[in-house]
């Protein structure tokens, strides 16, 4: 019963913490995040004690330094003399590149982590402003992943050219 002493309280986890989200869906919808928001205002109602809960999803740096310690092994897997060998050191990146299109997970969890993350915002879902967002501003604004895809090329390649 809500509001009756239970003892503790159990492990909480979320795994993502988007307040809103577009997916394939036309406009935009509500995620894991106005459920956990809904949930800790309704508890923290009720109970003296704060609602404890772990998010891993996105915003959480812990999600872009687990994608980059990946991206480490992934590497070093895949180069030929590796194989085999323990006491190798891992790789690391001048850069790592976030493309988004929600500022306040994507980019808000780029900024977070820092070095060696650059972030990319697409128009191309939650976002869809002219400008760069003012609270969470990316370190690039194009209108799609294609663009996003094609500034990483350039970047990367001084070489790169598009046809």
């Known amino acids: 019963v809500p509001g009756e002493e239970n003892g503790q309280q159990p492990p909480l986890y979320f795994a993502a913490d988007d307040l809103q989200y577009q997916a394939a869906f036309p406009s935009e919808r509500l995620g894991m995040g106005a459920f956990r928001i809904a949930l800790e205002s309704v508890f ?18 812990f999600v872009f330094s687990n994608a980059e310690m990946i991206l480490r092994h992934l590497v070093q897997l895949s180069s030929p003399g590796n194989v085999g060998t323990e006491d190798v050191r891992l790789p690391s990146f001048k850069t790592l590149y976030m493309i988004g299109d929600n500022p306040l997970v994507d980019v808000k969890g780029a900024q977070q982590t820092g070095y060696p993350w650059f972030s990319i915002l697409t128009r191309t879902g ?5 400008e760069n967002h003012t609270q969470y501003p990316a370190d690039m604004v194009v209108d799609t992943v294609e663009d996003a895809v094609e500034f990483i090329l350039k970047r990367e390649d001084a070489s790169y050219v598009v046809d």
Not at 44 to 61: A, M, Q, V, W
């Open 44 to 61: 923290n109602r009720i109970h003296d004690k704060p609602l404890e809960y772990t998010s891993f999803g996105k915003p959480n740096p």
């Open 126 to 130: 939650v976002f869809r402003q002219r």
